[in-house]
């Protein structure tokens, strides 16, 4: 069993960065891939970013180069480092254990 608790999400403007973060408690050895999703208002939850637990990372075509997924092992936390932001990043942002377990959401909004 897998708990998440995501957090860092705020207001930003336009161009401005925000780092979220995913703590998991239980078996964080057992997480073989951590994604992030995100949802804006209206539209369906849709895959951003993902990372294994080989360090292997995978992106949406849209944050490409704007977006970093990193792990911390010792601290049982992923992270989404999120660089010149735009307004259409605005979503409750998710994190994902295994395809499997869902963390509550951070909501992310950038203004224009």
């Known amino acids: 069993q897998v708990q998440l608790a995501e957090s860092g999400g705020g207001l930003v403007q336009t161009g401005g960065s925000l780092r979220l973060s995913c703590a998991a408690s239980?078996?964080?050895?057992?997480?073989?891939?951590m994604g992030w999703y995100r949802q804006a208002p209206g539209k369906q939850r849709e895959w951003v970013a993902q990372?294994?637990?080989?360090?292997?990372?995978n992106y949406k075509d849209s944050v490409k180069g704007r977006f970093t997924v990193s792990r911390d092992n010792a601290k049982n936390t992923v992270y989404l480092q999120m660089n010149s932001l735009k307004p259409e990043d605005t979503a409750v942002y998710y994190c994902?254990?295994?395809?499997?377990?869902w963390g509550r959401g951070t909501q992310v909004t950038v203004s224009s």
């Open positions: 994902r254990a295994n395809y499997s377990y």
């Open positions: 990372i294994t637990s080989g360090g292997s990372t």
């Open positions: 239980g078996n964080f050895f057992s997480i073989n891939v």
